[in-house]
């Protein structure tokens, strides 16, 4: 049974877990929690200080981890969602107007800020006055690339960035009442009101650092109050008919009496009872990570949409499944006109040729002749695309990521600057680069490349400054920290 790694980032700490699946059965054999920690530890950078790196290398040495690819939960303080009602679309059209329209539901800057969506629910009792609930979202722009800098930073590959309330939501999937679900932990507790399946309101409620036996929850219980009387005004004085506590302190007594008594409804403790079933021996409680075990209950999305912002900020993954998509394609399309042209041939001298004279069909059998040309030339064309193909899955099933070294280089270098010729392997990276006769440009490339954060810093010393030089050719060594390596050097 094969693991993968979840990080939950939360404003000043994340929890990180290693999660296993067979089937239906969800086991999480490992959680802890890494500290976002100071600039100057970090280097301005969140989390990238040596001990949570070396903490989430040991981790992954001690489960034996081979999947780098990791899921991403945002629980922050920023994070603003907004819940619409537009008539029915189809899904080119939908994406069309929230994208000329996000600005007018966020009192924010779209510079600033990433922006995703998905459909909450459909009403289509009325054809044409049908109308469909959407869930907007938005999140710091910077503050998610740091996140993603690090992730990659640690050897990982990010492949999904969602929202807690989003993971929530799914616990409650099929729920026909009005929910609530207070997350209570140290540093950081959250309120999510759902209407049925639907989430009504999502917001950070409390940053106290409680103590194991804590007896004072007055900051939780003055906003629940707050938020349950607001979700009732908005419903014509319906009030919320269930509420469960999750988190740390989901079993702690205190609090179940003081929202017991304050709210006159009897909570639940953890997480719904039938998704017991979907707990495997597990080591760690579930209730404290119940944004985890959302994470991994599926669920179908209309027009297969949901909140996801890896792509906002890190389409490698996206690109190589496009590149190996094109390449198929092509080598499909190149054997169907292969098939075609063959069978079209067979047909011509089989039926039409005999109805001319001997004079006619040597001008037939001669335009055949350059119709096998055509043929061995396609065929050669689709190996050439079966090799391509071939050649990207390799790339893609390896355990290093080339594609993430290219990308860098290209985004990192100035725009004056090219590629000539490239190769590399796990450890180096042997580049020729066009300068354009520029002393200038090749100083360019030495702070480019030093900025990258992904080499052995290069010294001007090892180019020649020389307006007549063409071409820099330089042999790149990949820093330990971009392979996941600790500073001993151990895998």
């Known amino acids: 049974m094969s693991s ?7 404003e000043n700490y994340a929890d990180v877990a290693v ?8 086991k999480i054999k490992k959680a802890a929690r890494i500290e976002e920690n100071s600039e100057d530890i970090s280097g301005g950078e969140p989390y990238a200080d040596e001990y949570n790196l070396n903490k989430i290398k040991n981790i992954r040495e001690k489960f034996r981890i081979i999947n780098r690819n990791v899921g991403i939960i945002l629980n922050w303080d920023n994070i603003v969602t907004r819940i619409i009602d537009v008539p029915l679309m189809n899904k080119k059209d939908l994406k069309n107007f929230i994208e000329n329209n996000i600005e007018e539901y966020f009192a924010v800057s779209m510079n600033e800020y990433c922006s995703d969506y998905e459909i909450v629910s459909l009403d289509k009792k009325q054809r ?15 503050k998610l690339k740091k996140i993603l800098d690090f992730i990659k930073y640690c050897g990982l590959n990010p492949v999904s960035v969602g929202i807690y309330p989003d993971y929530i939501s799914n616990l409650f999937l099929g729920t026909d009442s009005s929910t609530a679900v207070i997350d209570v932990n140290s540093g950081k507790t959250t309120l999510t009101i759902l209407d049925k ?7 950070h409620i409390s940053s106290e650092n409680y103590q194991k036996y804590e007896k004072d929850f007055s900051d939780v219980l003055e906003n629940i109050d707050y938020f349950l009387n607001f979700y009732s005004t908005r419903h014509f004085g319906n009030r919320v008919e269930k509420l469960y506590i999750m988190g740390e302190f989901y079993n702690n007594p205190n609090l179940y009496n003081l929202i017991n008594n ?31 075990l959302g ?7 209309v027009y297969n949409k949901k909140i996801d912002f890896i792509d906002k900020l890190y389409r490698k993954k996206k690109a190589k499944i496009s590149a190996n998509r094109i390449i198929i394609i092509e080598a499909i399309i ?9 069978v079209g041939v067979f047909i011509y001298s089989k039926i039409s040729l005999p109805k001319y004279d001997t004079a006619a069909l040597n001008l037939q059998i001669a335009a055949l002749s350059d119709v096998q040309k055509n043929i061995d030339k396609l065929e050669q064309e689709k190996k050439e695309y079966e090799e391509k193909a071939n050649n990207m899955e390799k790339i893609n099933n390896h355990e290093f990521d080339y594609i993430g070294i290219l990308d860098i280089l290209r985004q990192g270098l100035p725009k004056e600057v090219s590629i000539k010729n490239i190769a590399m392997d796990k450890n180096n990276v042997n580049v020729t680069f066009n300068i354009n006769n520029s002393t200038l440009d090749g100083a360019r490339v030495i702070v480019a490349l030093n900025k990258m954060n992904v080499f052995e810093p290069v010294e001007l010393p090892q180019i020649e400054l020389d307006d007549n ?18 500073i001993s050097g151990k895998k």
Do not use: H
């Open 19 to 26: 999660v296993s699946k067979l089937i239906n059965k969800i």
């Open 4 to 10: 993968k790694m979840v990080f939950s980032f939360k």
């Open 469 to 486: 030089v063409k071409e820099i050719t330089l042999n790149l060594k990949i820093i330990n920290s971009y392979k996941g390596v600790s």
């Open 262 to 292: 304050q709210t006159s409804m009897e909570p639940v403790m953890g997480i719904p009872l039938k998704l017991s079933k979907l707990i495997k021996n597990s080591p760690v409680d579930i209730n404290i990570y119940s944004d985890i």
């Open 295 to 301: 994470y991994f209950i599926p669920v179908k999305n």
């Open 128 to 142: 044409k006055k049908g109308k469909m609930s959407i869930m907007l979202t938005v999140v710091p722009r910077i």
């Open 197 to 203: 399946e639907k989430i009504f309101l999502y917001s």
């Open 334 to 342: 190149c054997i169907l006109i292969t098939l075609i042209t063959a």
